[in-house]
C-alpha cells in the first residue's frame, strides 16, 4: 500500500486566523499520541491567543495525565454539550482513522455543523473533513502535529515539546515499530534539544506499572491460544479476568504487541470482552501479514501492523469469525 498525503497548510491557517474557540478531539479510548497530539495543539493555539477546548469522548489514560496540569483534556459532558458545541468555529479531530470513532462527539461536530480539519496519520477513509493534514506515512499524528506546527512558525515551547515526543514514543513503540523513521528521529532529537527528558518521559509512560496491570497480565499470558501452525496468537480477555485483577480495558494497553513478539508468530489478537454484544478486538501483526485487512473483515480497520475493531456481537461468536478471516489472510499471503 503506498503512502497518502495531504496537507492542507494554507487553508488551515485561514481557519486559524479566523476563528477563536475549538475543539480539539480524538477518538474513543484515546491513546497517547492522541493525547499528546491533543496537548500540543493546544498549547500552540492558547500562546497565539485562541481559546482551545480538548473535548473527548472517553476518559484520558492515566499514564498520560503527566502532560496535564490544569485539567485540559475533557470528556464530553452531555449536559452543556449543545451550549457549547454551537460556539465552536472549527474543531480539530485528531488521530481518527475512522469517523465512527468519535463516538458522540462526532455526532455533535455534524449536527452544529462545525467546519473540521483532520490530522491523522491513517489511511483517509473518506471526505467527511473540510481540510485535511493527513500523512499515512508518518509515524504518528504527533509527528503531523510537528509538521503543522513549525509551518505555521510556531515556537515549539518545552510543554509542546513534551508532547510531540510523548504522542510519537507511544505510536512507534518507543521508537521501535516499523513505522519509526529517520524523520521520526530527527524530530525526537530536536524535542531532546528543546529540554525533553526521554528517561523521564518513558518512566511517565511505562514505568508505573499498577500492580492489577500486572496480575491481568499474569493471566492473560496464562490464557495465549495458538492457531494456523504458531502463526496466530490470540486470547480472550473477559470481564472475569478483569475482575479478578481489579483491572479496567485500560490496562490492556500493549498486550498485543508483546503477543505479536512470541517467537514464529505473525498475527495477534488480543479479545476484549465488553459486553454481552460487545467485543473490542486488537490486532498486531508483523512481515507481511496485514492487520488493516484482518480488522477490516471484522468492521474494523487501522494501520499494516496495528488496528482494531467493535463488533457487536459476543466474543464466542466473534472467536470463529477471526479464526476463518486469519486462515484467510494467511493463505492469500506469500510470504508467510
Ligand atoms: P488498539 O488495538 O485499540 O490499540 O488499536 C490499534 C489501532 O487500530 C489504532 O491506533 C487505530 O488505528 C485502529 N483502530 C482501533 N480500533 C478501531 C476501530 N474500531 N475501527 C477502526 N480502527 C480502529
Partial sequence: MTNEAIRDLEAIKGVIEKGRHFLITTHVNPDGDGIGSEIALYHYLKSIGKKPSIVN???????????????????????????????????????????????????????????????????????????????????????????????????????????????????????RFSNTTEKTHRIAAEMLKLGVNPESVWGYIYGDLPPERVSLQVEVLSKIQYDLDGKLAWVIVSKKMLERAGATSKNLEGFADYIRNIRGVKASVVILELGDDLTKLSFRSKGDFDSNLFAKQLGGGGHKYASGARVTRGYKEVVPEMLKAAKEIMSSTSKN
Avoid: W
Fill in 57 to 175: 469522548c472517553s476518559s484520558m489514560p492515566e499514564n498520560f495525565r503527566y502532560l496535564t496540569t490544569n485539567q485540559e483534556v475533557q470528556e464530553l459532558n452531555e449536559d452543556d454539550s449543545t451550549a457549547v458545541f454551537k460556539d465552536y468555529d472549527a474543531a480539530f479531530v485528531l488521530d481518527i482513522g475512522n469517523y465512527a470513532r468519535l463516538k458522540e462527539v462526532g455526532q455533535l461536530i455534524e449536527f452544529h455543523k462545525v467546519p473540521t480539519i483532520c490530522i491523522d496519520h491513517h489511511p483517509k477513509e473518506d471526505d467527511k473533513f473540510d481540510h485535511y493534514f493527513l500523512d499515512s506515512g508518518a509515524s504518528a499524528t504527533g509527528e503531523l502535529i510537528y509538521d503543522l506546527l513549525t509551518g505555521l512558525d510556531a515556537e515549539l515551547t518545552l510543554t509542546v515539546a513534551n508532547a510531540i515526543y510523548s504522542a510519537i514514543m507511544a505510536d512507534t513503540g518507543s521508537f
